[in-house]
């Protein structure tokens, strides 16, 4: 059964709201962004530190839920903070609580995409009470500590829709280098294609347009000493006896299908999902999947 939930007035399916802001606890104004109808659901973005607009509708959810997408400080709408350090994933935890009672929310269900997993984690562990259901989307796994090998990202970029594409033989072998843990900022680069379920004109404009909109300054400082304590972490997750879904995405060399089945294993109440010929953002690869998914999974 799930947690009962307050609920403050929703906007319709098809309504998208100007930003609307509150306070963080150093001061900060943050904004967040209302769409569609529904149970809410908040959605932290990843990057990290990236401008939350990339999220979009996430497929089509909002036509389900009443989605909460926040700009994390010094992203999209909210302000620059004053102390650099309040950057770090752990500092950041507050201005989601902060957020949660803005709303009069007594519990909430939320969504982690990416390095905005790692923020989910941290916050449930801090007020696991807070939290209703939760749904860590293709997450960043650092909070937790779970380590991916390199032979298991290469097995989920071995695609066989990607293995006849002209830019494969270029971007597997950088990736070898990688696993190989011999990385360069070239070798990075040529990887992106790993990220997406087909690397189309699309995919590339939004893999361009994702550099545009994110806090370099804040993303150097998001991951540093301190900001996570993988076994404090889990042992949390291990009495957390709410519902939680981890979704992978069938290709996605970043956040491979073990290492997600692996982080559902975490939880008493933990279950995997795959997105079939989905990467790292497969609410463009397979939005229908996706929702179906995600929806059945709020909804039980």
């Not at 904004?31 to 569609?36: I, L």
């Not at 909430?108 to 939760?134: E, F, I, M």
């Not at 304590?229 to 957390?240: K, Y």
């Amino acid at each position: 059964m799930s947690t009962p939930q307050t609920s403050a007035p929703q906007p319709s399916s098809a309504q998208t709201c100007a930003p609307r802001t509150f306070s963080a606890p150093d001061g900060t104004t943050l904004a967040y962004h209302v769409s569609g109808s529904g149970a809410p659901l908040l959605c932290l973005p990843g990057g990290p530190l990236q401008d939350s607009a990339y999220l979009g509708d996430l497929g089509g959810l909002s036509a389900h839920r009443r989605l909460i997408r926040l700009d994390l400080r010094g992203t999209g709408a909210s302000a620059v903070p004053d102390d650099p350090a309040s950057y770090r994933c752990d500092r950041l935890v507050d201005d989601v609580e902060a957020l949660r009672a803005h709303l009069g929310l007594e519990t909430v269900d939320v969504l982690g995409h990416s390095a905005g997993a790692n923020l989910a984690a941290l916050y449930t562990a801090r007020y696991p009470q807070r939290v209703a259901r939760l749904v860590l989307l293709t997450p960043g796994t650092a909070a937790v500590g779970l380590d991916t090998s390199g032979e298991e990202r290469l097995a989920a970029a071995r695609r066989p829709w990607r293995e006849e594409e002209p830019w494969f033989p270029e971007a597997y072998a950088a990736l070898e280098e990688l696993a190989a843990g011999r990385g360069s900022a070239a070798a990075f680069a040529a990887v992106a294609p790993f990220f997406h379920g087909t690397w189309d004109e699309a995919a590339r404009e939004r893999h361009a347009e994702s550099d545009r909109r994110r806090n370099a300054e804040g993303a150097a400082v998001h991951s540093g000493e301190g900001a996570y304590e993988p076994a404090a972490t889990r042992a949390v997750f291990a009495t957390f006896d709410r519902p939680v879904l981890v979704v992978a995405g069938e290709g996605d060399a970043n956040t491979p299908v073990p290492t997600a089945t692996a982080y559902a294993a975490l939880f008493p109440k933990g279950e995997p999902a795959v997105v079939a010929g989905a990467g790292h953002f497969p609410w463009h690869d397979d939005a229908e999947g996706l929702v179906e998914t995600v929806n059945t999974f709020l909804k039980d």
